[in-house]
């Protein structure tokens, strides 16, 4: 199933200093269970692209679609995990209060169920009563990362959510992300400047060009389901994706055209 198609989608922010078209004649299609990751340079108009699905931006031209249904305002089955962790949890509340606060919905007990579940996944099971001040920056993205699990979205959005955190950590997150994803079976598409991360996450890599951003390439990742850090990243099909994938940021060259 086609889970997430977005056609022909622009977007141009009027400011005071005028018109800034961000994103321009966007397209590509997600399907469900796939993790894309979407790699280009700064101000490019990466969290736009992001936004704009999310329904926190309504674009200026050009549709997307969540799992057949026009996105028109903040979908109730997508969550989003973002750069900034210290900012997305309330530091009153603990961390299993965190994770649960999106499933006021649920019966309590199915709620408690849901956190203690997505919180063990992500290696917090004993963390639950902490308050995320109590935490480091790695677990507390990792709290972010067990709230939007619980909610079991349809697709969960990520703008940079390992940028805010060291390398090492960043290593552990990003093979979490893989492991409760291939567990989950979660569709996700996944936002970067990191071209090393893009490849090693994706099953697909999305390339976009400078501001206004539109799709240079989309490429497929042939590395397989399991991957590690040291392995997968010395391989000869790691190095050569990078590579491509480095050429055409700076050239900004479609693929095939050289
Ligand atoms: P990225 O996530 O790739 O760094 P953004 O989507 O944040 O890029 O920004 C793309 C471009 O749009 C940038 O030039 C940025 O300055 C501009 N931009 C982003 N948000 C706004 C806004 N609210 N008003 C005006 N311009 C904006």
Known sequence: MRMLEVSDLGHTYQGKDGAHTAIDGLGFSVEAGELVCVVGPSGCGKSTLLRTIAGLVRPTSGRVMLHGTPVDGVPSDLAVVFQDYSRSLFP??????????????????????????????????????????????????????????????????????FASVDAQTRFELEDLLLRVRREQDTTILLVTHDIDESVYLGDRVLVLSKSPATVVADLDVPLGPVRDQIGTRASGEFVDLRARVAGMLQGNTPVGAR
Do not use: C
């Open 92 to 161: 009153w509340m603990s961390v299993t209060r965190n994770v649960e606060f999106p499933l006021r919905k649920l019966s309590r007990r199915k709620r408690a169920a849901r956190a203690a579940e997505a919180l063990s996944a992500v290696g917090l099971g004993k963390a639950g009563r902490k308050y995320p001040w109590q935490l480091s920056g790695g677990m507390q993205q990792r709290v972010a990362i067990a709230r939007a699990l619980a909610y079991r979205p349809a697709l969960l959005l990520m703008d940079e959510p």
